[in-house]
């Protein structure tokens, strides 16, 4: 079956720096990926939408400087958290589109992001 | 926009007993997908079942079965013969099946319901 790849798993880092989240799928090209984010025990919210080769459609309330998402290929995507602080602490997760019309989502595993 | 609410934060059943999840939405839409997900503490997304909204046919896999009730905007989650793996969170989430525009593809989560097994 097909596979999204998420790394890190888990990243622990300091207030003010940046992280870089990659999302990668392993056996299809997603033309479109997807980004969520969780709280403890609490539902997945979109924060956007990444297009390769094109710029990502975020969500009402996500900020386009804080969360930088980039599409270059049609295996990878990333979500750089810049200048992070501890409300930045969440589980984030990718999802990648696969088939013509998109209709088969796949899911990463997760990344785990504590900015202390 | 498509909303998607779970109005049972928590459930328990009995191992081998049967339980049910519930599930509405709103949509102005005529066609889209509906499914279930599990998320077990491994926080790893696992697609349980999946319903087709134009497919009057109720989706089974396995022990999990949905009563899709299209009309009602209602779409419950049956678990037969539960089992201690079957412990985790469960997301009901929505889908639009029309191409084109910034929507497509996306999944809209309900609030989830912490299924407890008990043994």
């Known amino acids: 079956g097909a596979v999204v790849s998420q790394h890190p798993s888990r990243v622990i880092c300091k207030s003010g720096t940046s992280v870089k989240i990659e999302c990668r799928s392993l056996?299809?090209?997603?033309?479109?990926m997807f980004w969520y984010r969780q709280f403890p025990k609490k539902s997945l919210m979109l924060m956007a939408t990444?297009?390769?080769?094109?710029?990502?459609?975020?969500e009402q309330g996500v900020e386009k400087d804080k969360f930088l998402i980039n599409h270059a290929s049609l295996t990878l995507s990333t979500l750089t958290v810049t200048s992070a602080h501890p409300e930045d602490s969440s589980f984030y997760i990718c999802?990648?589109?696969?088939?013509?019309?998109?209709?088969?989502?796949?899911f990463g595993s997760g990344t785990q992001l504590s900015v202390l | 926009a498509q909303t998607v609410t779970q109005s049972q934060p928590e459930m328990s059943v009995q191992e081998a007993e049967t339980v049910t999840l519930s599930c509405t939405y709103d949509?102005?839409?005529?066609?889209?997908?509906l499914f279930w997900y599990k998320q077990p503490p491994s926080r790893q997304m696992i697609l349980v079942i999946r319903?087709?909204?134009?497919?009057?046919q109720n989706a089974t896999e396995n022990r999990f079965s949905v009563n899709f009730q299209k009309a009602a905007k209602s779409f419950s989650l049956k678990i037969s013969d539960s089992q201690l793996g079957d412990a985790a969170m469960y997301f009901c989430?929505?889908?639009?099946?029309?191409?084109?525009?910034?929507?497509?593809?996306?999944?809209?989560f309900g609030q989830g319901t912490i299924l407890t097994v008990h043994p």
């Open positions: 056996d299809f090209q997603a033309t479109t």
């Open positions: 989430a929505y889908r639009t099946t029309s191409a084109g525009g910034t929507s497509y593809g996306k999944l809209t």
């Open positions: 949509t102005s839409e005529s066609d889209y997908y």
């Open positions: 990444s297009n390769e080769g094109s710029k990502a459609t975020y």
């Open positions: 319903q087709e909204a134009y497919k009057q």
């Open positions: 999802s990648a589109s696969r088939g013509q019309g998109g209709e088969k989502l796949f």
